[in-house]
């Protein structure tokens, strides 16, 4: 099976820009979660998607969405980048949610650069 | 804030020696999780441990829960060049009905041939 992939793998934006990141889960996973990476923070849960829904939700502001597809495939946006949004983007998938002892599976992330 | 903490932040070893690291966590858990991460990549499953369980093998990788004390252990026997990279934690949290994964900082291991 292909693994997770994530588009695009890099991305440089300018303050107060809007940005869209894409990620396919491996075929037949129904979960997908985004984390932000930084070397100040650490990994940061972003939020859950599960069947379309959102499922959980991490600590980010409301300029940071998401939604899942039919096909479990996932977009994240951010609307109204600040400098602070620079970081490595990870999205991961699991056959079921969180909570039910799945491994998730991460994509190579997207490395986003705010100008 | 992190649930997991990784102990230590860095570790620097010579190839064929054992790598230790620690990891604790604040709340009750579901399960615990272990995770590499090479240089800015995607992060790769080692192991699961689930709170119900004491000790786990796989490969030269051995994991130990100990949940009295909300920590866990990964060591690393007869390490190679090629296990250098950086080792997270990550507990999915028990309670409510939703949960979430959360990661601890990592250790950066660098194993010296």
């Known amino acids: 099976k292909a693994g997770v992939t994530q588009t695009p793998r890099y991305l440089i934006k300018t303050r107060g820009q809007q940005v869209t990141l894409s990620c396919s889960p491996i075929?037949?996973?129904?979960?997908v979660s985004w984390y932000q990476q930084t070397p100040g923070q650490g990994l940061q849960f972003l939020f859950e998607y599960f069947s379309e829904t959102q499922r959980n939700k991490g600590n980010f502001p409301g300029r940071f969405s998401g939604r899942q597809f039919s096909n479990s495939r996932s977009e994240m946006n951010v609307s109204t980048l600040e400098l602070g949004d620079s970081a490595l983007y990870l999205c991961a998938s699991s056959l079921g949610a969180s909570g039910t002892y799945n491994e998730q599976f991460f994509g190579p992330g997207t490395r986003l650069t705010v100008l | 804030s992190q649930q997991g903490e990784e102990d230590p932040q860095a570790l620097s070893i010579q190839e064929g020696e054992n790598a230790t690291m620690n990891c604790s966590y604040k709340t009750s858990i579901n399960n615990l999780q272990w995770y590499r991460q090479n240089s800015g990549r995607g992060l790769v499953h080692l192991i699961l441990?689930?709170?119900?369980?004491r000790e786990k093998h796989s490969g030269r990788l051995r994991v130990t829960l100990d949940t009295s004390k909300k920590s866990s252990s990964l060591l690393i026997t007869a390490s190679r060049a090629a296990d250098t990279a950086s080792y997270f934690c990550a507990t999915d949290e028990r309670g409510g009905s939703n949960y979430k994964l959360t990661f601890g900082k990592g250790t950066l291991l660098t194993v010296n041939p």
């Open positions: 075929s037949g996973h129904r979960s």
């Open positions: 441990i689930r709170s119900n369980e």
